[in-house]
C-alpha cells in the first residue's frame, strides 16, 4: 500500500504533538542533567494508550466513511487485536508502574516495548483509516 504525502504529514503532526509530553520530559532531564530517568516515567504507557486509542478511532472513522464494503468480522477482528495486544497491556503496565513502590526494570522496558508498537500500529492501521477517511 503506497501512502499518500498528504497522510504521511497528517499521521506525523499528530504523532508529534502525542510526544509533546516526552519531549517536555527530555528538556527537564537534560537540564537536570538526568538522562536515565526518562525511561522510569510513566508517559510512555500513557502515549502509548494514547497512539492505540487514535488507532482504533482513525481505522473506525475510515471505515464509516468508506463507500467501500467491509466484512465486520475482519473489522472486529483488528479492533480486538489493538484493544487486547495493545490497550489493555498497556493500561496494565501503567497501573503496576504508577502503584508500585520499587523501579522494575521489566515493567519499564515493557512500557516501550509498548510504545514502539503503538507507534508502528499507529503509523499502519491509522494511515488506513485516513486513507478511508480521504476518499
Same mark, same amino acid.
Given at each position: 500500500?503506497?501512502?499518500?504525502?498528504?497522510?504521511? &504529514?497528517?499521521?506525523?503532526?499528530?504523532?508529534?504533538?502525542?510526544? +509533546?509530553?516526552?519531549?517536555?520530559?527530555?528538556?527537564?532531564? $537534560? &537540564?537536570?542533567?538526568? =538522562?536515565?530517568?526518562? =525511561? &522510569?516515567?510513566?508517559?510512555? $504507557?500513557?502515549?502509548?494508550?494514547?497512539? =492505540? !486509542?487514535?488507532?482504533?478511532?482513525? =481505522?473506525?472513522? !475510515?471505515?464509516?466513511?468508506?463507500?467501500?464494503?467491509?466484512?465486520? @468480522?475482519?473489522?472486529?477482528?483488528?479492533? /480486538?487485536?489493538?484493544?487486547?495486544? !495493545?490497550?489493555?497491556?498497556?493500561?496494565?503496565?501503567?497501573?503496576?508502574?504508577?502503584? /508500585?513502590?520499587? +523501579?522494575?526494570?521489566?515493567? &519499564?522496558?515493557?512500557?516501550?516495548? +509498548?510504545?514502539?508498537? $503503538?507507534?508502528?500500529?499507529?503509523?499502519?492501521?491509522?494511515?488506513? !483509516? @485516513?486513507?478511508?477517511?480521504?476518499?
Amino acid at each position: 500500500m503506497k501512502i499518500d504525502k498528504t497522510i504521511k &504529514y497528517i499521521l506525523t503532526s499528530e504523532f508529534l504533538f502525542t510526544l +509533546l509530553p516526552i519531549i517536555i520530559l527530555l528538556i527537564v532531564r $537534560s &537540564y537536570e542533567s538526568n =538522562f536515565s530517568a526518562i =525511561f &522510569y516515567n510513566t508517559e510512555w $504507557s500513557i502515549i502509548a494508550l494514547i497512539l =492505540f !486509542g487514535q488507532s482504533i478511532v482513525k =481505522f473506525s472513522s !475510515g471505515i464509516t466513511n468508506s463507500k467501500e464494503k467491509f466484512r465486520w @468480522q475482519l473489522v472486529a477482528l483488528v479492533i /480486538s487485536i489493538i484493544i487486547i495486544f !495493545g490497550l489493555i497491556p498497556s493500561a496494565i503496565i501503567l497501573v503496576l508502574n504508577l502503584s /508500585s513502590k520499587t +523501579l522494575s526494570n521489566g515493567t &519499564y522496558i515493557a512500557q516501550i516495548i +509498548l510504545f514502539i508498537i $503503538s507507534s508502528l500500529t499507529f503509523f499502519i492501521v491509522g494511515a488506513l !483509516g @485516513q486513507k478511508m477517511l480521504d476518499e
